[in-house]
């Protein structure tokens, strides 16, 4: 089993909402990760959890806010977002860093 | 700099001709790991294979291949016979201990229709 859950499929926000991400893996995979994708471009790493701790943020604002309760599951707090932040969201796992991601079906979030 | 190079942005065939995706890559690392993803029009990402730095043998697997060759740093890949479910866009990436503790790094993508 290489599934990974992403709820929900499909999210609108308007820019003063505070909403949530989620994401759910059973393979027992230690390394988890937070991708954005805009349309018609490759992934963009945003966050990556090794052991449960966060060990690469790549920069991104502090409207988005990263947790990762426990090994299955991390989520990814949404605040303040701003209209061009509209992308899919893809979760990945891996069994350590350097193996191969499974990802999810991804949220397909929309600012209004 | 791009450090993944998928130089075709759209191929276009009629279904059971072959077609090659082309990827090249740069990196300084001596430890390292390629990877090739299929995006169907669902939007889910697909993880089709991985190979590290030190094993070049190619890849079969079905009507999928795959030939790493060090020496001109790439690692393309070859889909024998298409059909029109292989319709997709077509990442590599490549994962190094240098950059960000192994994060896939992807290139831009190929999108390849297959039509009847």
């Known amino acids: 089993d290489t599934e990974v859950t992403q709820t929900p499929k499909h999210l609108v926000m308007g820019m003063t909402n505070k909403k949530s991400l989620k994401c759910e893996q059973h393979?027992?995979?230690?390394?988890m990760y937070w991708y954005k994708q805009k349309a018609k471009k490759p992934p963009e790493l945003m966050f990556v959890?090794?052991?449960?701790?966060?060990?690469i943020n790549e920069s991104v604002p502090s409207r988005f806010s990263p947790e990762c309760p426990n090994s299955s599951l991390l989520n990814l707090h949404l605040h303040a977002l701003q209209p061009e932040d509209s992308a899919l969201y893809l979760c990945?796992?891996?069994?350590?860093?350097?193996?191969?991601?499974?990802f999810g079906p991804g949220t397909r979030l929309t600012v209004t | 700099a791009q450090k993944v190079t998928q130089a075709q942005t759209e191929i276009s065939v009629v279904e059971k001709e072959d077609v090659t995706l082309d990827c090249v890559y740069e990196?300084?690392?001596?430890?390292?790991?390629l990877f090739w993803y299929k995006q169907p029009p669902s939007g889910e990402l697909v993880f089709l294979i991985r190979r590290n730095s030190f094993d070049e043998q190619n890849e079969i697997s079905g009507r999928y291949s795959w030939n790493f060759q060090k020496s001109t740093s790439s690692f393309n890949f070859t889909i024998t016979a298409s059909q029109v479910v292989d319709s997709a866009v077509y990442f590599c990436a490549l994962s190094e201990g240098s950059n960000s503790g192994y994060a896939l790094n992807f290139g831009k993508g190929t999108s390849l229709l297959v039509t009847p």
């Open positions: 393979m027992g995979h230690r390394a």
């Open positions: 990196t300084r690392d001596t430890t390292y790991y």
């Open positions: 990945a796992s891996s069994q350590d860093r350097g193996h191969e991601q499974y």
């Open positions: 959890y090794s052991y449960e701790k966060l060990s």
